[in-house]
């Protein structure tokens, strides 16, 4: 996003009639994306950690740590205040505070609590799995009001797993994975839930819909549902319930989970009676009908850092965003046993994903998708 203002602002900041600012509470940049692939040992550590200084324009003036997290946003006033006490004004806001993780529902949860949403999660993940000797695994889903981020690894991950396990651990037919989520679907869009369930289905795995967890027993090993159904595991994982950051909720600005709400065409901030068309959101942070993506991420940057840029020059041409979506599929890793399959599902607000399998070549496309993604990152492609 700013590396993409910096490009289409080079001449107005260089003569100083435009500040263009970033503020970051962290200088690693973590490719979330990359997170579940690292734990089937498809990517390694370095593949998945940026230094954000590194990729970022030196025309950007840059605040990270202390002085780049954020505490306070005040939308009427035009202020928003950091860490180290200091306070800023702005002519154009974007926000693009991502999300956070609520691990206290359901109860119990906390005291066996393993994803990969997380970095150092994943890490841990991956280590369990390289000890896993067979036994029955759960990916439990747990959105009960509000939609996960990359949507696809409801069942993208169990097969991704299910590949390591069965093609590099060698342990095909000495475990099962159960998915319990608490929706009716693996995927909301159709032909990715279809691929989705056939997959699962063909390696003799399942899936238990409207699945609504009321406690985690750590001790028993079990997920036990307001019905009182029961799934026992050896290994949990889950998808973590999402929620907004801590400084949407103190400043009084988004939904009552924390989101932001909008325009999803113009991707400006718009709560009831309340516009304001200076503040942009993009991102995990915004709740406005679209999946929460690194591919939406990038296409929502594309039209914010467009309109800014035409309205700070005065040509008064803008665009809109439609709902673009990239979804990455991927079934199964590269392995002496199979060569990789995988594909890139795209839909948007008006047309749905078409019929689609996972192939070979969709494997390097999608490792040559990852591996582009610091020119991504900088705003050349």
């Excluded at 993409?4 to 600012?21: F, H, T, Y």
């Excluded at 990729?55 to 928003?80: A, E, W």
């Excluded at 991950?157 to 590949?163: A, F, H, K």
């Excluded at 989520?181 to 159709?190: E, K, M, N, R």
Aim: charged share 25%; glycine share 8%.
């Amino acid at each position: 996003m700013a590396n993409l203002l910096a490009r289409n602002l080079r001449r107005e900041i260089v003569k100083g009639e435009v500040d263009l600012m970033l503020f970051d509470k962290s200088n690693t940049y973590i490719l979330e994306a990359g997170l579940l692939p690292y734990v089937a040992h498809a990517f390694d550590e370095e593949d998945l950690k940026y230094n954000k200084r590194t990729l970022l324009d030196p025309v950007i003036k840059y605040y990270t740590g202390p002085s780049g997290t954020i505490t306070y946003i005040d939308l009427k006033n035009r202020k928003f205040k950091t860490q180290d006490g200091k306070e800023y004004s702005y002519d154009y806001l974007v926000i693009a505070l991502g999300c956070t993780y609520d691990i206290s529902q359901p109860p119990g949860l906390k005291d066996d609590y393993h994803t990969y949403y997380e970095f150092e999660k994943a890490k841990e993940l991956r280590e369990m799995l390289e000890r896993f000797t067979g036994g029955s695994i759960v990916q439990m889903v747990y959105m009960p009001d509000v939609p996960i981020k990359c949507p696809i690894a409801s069942g993208k991950g169990p097969l991704l797993i299910d590949s390591y396990l069965s093609h590099v651990r060698r342990l095909r037919g000495k475990y099962m994975v159960t998915v319990v989520t608490t929706v009716d679907h693996l995927h909301a869009q159709p032909e990715v839930n279809k691929v989705l369930e056939e997959r699962l289905r063909e390696r003799g795995h399942t899936w238990i819909y409207n699945f609504e967890p009321s406690e985690v027993d750590p001790k028993k090993k079990e997920v036990i549902a307001t019905n009182g159904e029961r799934v026992k595991y050896d290994l949990l994982i889950t998808i973590p319930l999402h929620r907004g950051p801590e400084v949407i909720k103190k400043s009084e600005i988004g939904d009552p989970y924390g989101f932001l709400p909008g325009d999803r065409y113009t991707l400006t901030y718009r709560r009831g009676k309340e516009h304001y068309d200076e503040v942009y959101i993009v991102g995990d942070v915004a709740n406005i009908g679209v999946a929460r993506a690194g591919a939406v991420a990038h296409y929502e940057a594309y039209v914010v850092a467009h309109n800014i840029a035409s309205e700070v020059k005065g040509f008064g041409d803008k665009i809109l965003f439609f709902g673009e979506v990239i979804c990455p599929y991927l079934e199964t890793a590269y392995t002496p046993y199979d060569k990789g399959r995988a594909w890139m599902p795209w839909w948007t607000y008006a047309k749905n994903a078409r019929p689609f399998v996972g192939t070979t070549w969709g494997w390097y496309l999608m490792r040559t998708y990852y591996l582009t993604i610091p020119l991504t990152l900088r705003g050349l492609i």
